[in-house]
């Protein structure tokens, strides 16, 4: 028998067998059905050969048990796994294809019609995700280790340069992140979780998925968040780890506030049930974390991290927590705060967060320069500014006003503007994030326009170019756009004159 790849994921997969790994829309998977699925898979992409030798294959995949198996597959193949967006037109489907050089999408029933066209166009291999979970595992017992240098997966994120970039991870820095976050929260198989998180991102992805199946545990999934459906999960009272951004929060205590007493004190005891409960991918309001508190007895365990390094910072799984702070670094993450030019800025300076550790990607796809501008030293330049106060970190913003984070993603205001500027009646635009209690932040956009437009005409024309995300919540039609004395365009003026027709 000819040797096969064992990623460590797979590996771990093996020790837990007719265990329940998955329960979504697609099944009941166990760790034996996800693995015979990702033979499955892997057979058919290798096509009779050894392994891809780090072919790019995208996918687009429900939230489930098939969506697993497939990235399991495609890394026993040999592959690196190019995540698609599900909720993404096919304009933003194509940049990610055709700038990973993906020669195979693996695509469900439900998308098909998403990447057929894109895939005659690029003369792409389309193959089929698995449908449901495997009767039988099948034997493969002649498998060989992967090492940590090799290429595992392509996340994309919206980058200063206005279009989303591939982050690659290694398999390395995928084990790191996942090993770190199981040790730092206490992962165990006796774990039961709920995912309501979209998969082309960390936080779903590696935070939820992958830390439980790394355990043993199960993972029940949503295929969409709804706030009802996941109150009638917490419910029950099966559920012990729970994580979510600061929007799905806020819409969960609406729809508690919503209900009727008898229901309220089911869902407030579902929650104290649980061990954990983590906020993440955008600020957490000190209101919303009082609030929750109020209503599920926990004080919601914030951290920091992003696409290119996981997790850096955690508030503890015991101990305290601090609002408005992201505790302190992760056990194997050094972090450190710089000045403008590098140095180490002294205690209870402000400064901007460089990250080092084996959990930092490996680079940009493709993109040699902007990955040499991200490093100083060594040290990954997040920047994001924050100070130490009393020993914990807090997140003060952003050092660039043109990536904005709204619902937990962060996305590129030049990327949007690109998007406006297309439209035949837009002359000019700018593009600001306004705050909002709830999201973070709101997208907003100000235009010059040719002839008369209505905003929702604008929000529409985003809508069909643009994940849903990136589609402003508030359009204004302006005269001109404030610039200075170069002819820049001024955002705090532009955010200055939003904030006022949004008030």
């Not at 829309?25 to 050894?50: H, I, K, N, P």
């Not at 933003?92 to 166009?121: F, Q």
């Not at 002294?346 to 320069?369: D, K, L, M, N, T």
């Not at 984070?405 to 949007?416: C, D, F, H, M, N």
Request: hydrophobic letters at 45%; glycine letters at 8%; aromatic letters at 6%.
């Amino acid at each position: 028998m000819a040797q096969r790849l064992e990623p460590a994921i797979l590996d771990r997969a093996r020790r837990f067998g007719e265990r329940i790994a998955i329960d979504a829309a697609d099944g009941e998977w166990s760790y034996e059905a996800l693995l015979a699925a990702a033979a499955a898979v892997s057979v058919a992409l290798r096509e009779g050969r050894t392994e891809l030798g780090e072919a790019r294959v995208a996918y687009l995949v429900e939230p489930g048990g098939a969506h697993v198996a497939t990235l399991w597959g495609i890394w026993r193949a040999g592959g690196i796994a190019v995540t698609l967006a599900v909720s993404h037109p096919p304009a933003e489907l194509e940049h990610v294809l055709t700038d990973s050089g993906a020669s195979t999408i693996i695509v469900d029933d439900t998308h098909r019609d998403k990447v057929d066209d894109l895939a005659r166009a690029h003369g792409l291999r389309l193959l089929p995700a698995p449908t449901e979970p495997p009767a039988k595992a099948v034997p493969d017992h002649d498998t060989i280790p992967v090492g940590d240098d090799r290429r595992a997966l392509i996340l994309y994120t919206s980058g200063t340069t206005g279009r989303p970039k591939g982050v690659v991870h290694t398999h390395g820095s995928v084990r790191a992140q996942v090993e770190t976050l199981v040790d730092a929260w206490g992962w165990t198989a006796a774990d039961r979780t709920l995912l309501v998180l979209p998969l082309h991102h960390v936080h779903g992805l590696i935070n939820i998925v992958t830390c439980a199946l790394w355990s043993g545990a199960r993972c029940d999934v949503l295929p969409r968040f709804d706030a009802d459906e996941a109150w009638t999960r917490i419910e029950t009272g099966d559920l012990t780890v729970f994580m979510a951004v600061p929007t799905v929060y806020a819409r969960l205590i609406g729809t508690w506030e919503a209900a009727p007493p008898e229901r309220r004190a089911r869902m407030s005891a579902g929650c104290r049930r649980m061990r954990l409960m983590v906020s993440g991918s955008a600020a957490l309001p000190v209101p919303t974390l009082e609030r929750w508190r109020e209503i599920g007895g926990h004080t919601l365990l914030e951290r920091y991290g992003m696409t290119e390094l996981g997790m850096a910072l955690s508030n503890p799984l015991n101990g305290e927590r601090r609002p408005g702070h992201v505790g302190v670094p992760l056990p194997g993450v050094d972090v450190r705060l710089v000045d403008d030019d590098g140095a180490t800025v002294v205690a209870g300076s402000p400064g901007e967060i460089e990250v080092r550790g084996r959990c930092v990607f490996r680079e940009y796809w493709q993109r040699a320069e902007e990955t040499a501008a991200a490093f100083h030293d060594g040290w990954f330049r997040t920047g994001d500014l924050a100070v130490i106060e009393n020993g914990a970190y807090r997140i003060l913003g952003r050092r660039s006003v043109d990536i904005l984070k709204t619902g937990g993603y962060k996305v590129s205001a030049l990327e949007i503007e690109d998007v406006l500027r297309t439209h035949p009646a837009i002359e000019d635009c700018a593009v600001v994030g306004l705050p909002d209690a709830a999201w973070g932040e709101r997208i907003a956009a100000a235009v010059v326009a040719r002839d008369a437009i209505e905003p929702e005409q604008v929000r529409e024309w985003v809508r069909e170019r643009l994940a849903p995300y990136k589609v402003p919540a508030l359009v204004r039609a302006v005269d001109a756009l404030p610039r200075n004395a170069m002819g820049k365009v001024t955002k705090p003026a532009v955010r200055a004159l939003l904030e006022e027709s949004a008030s």
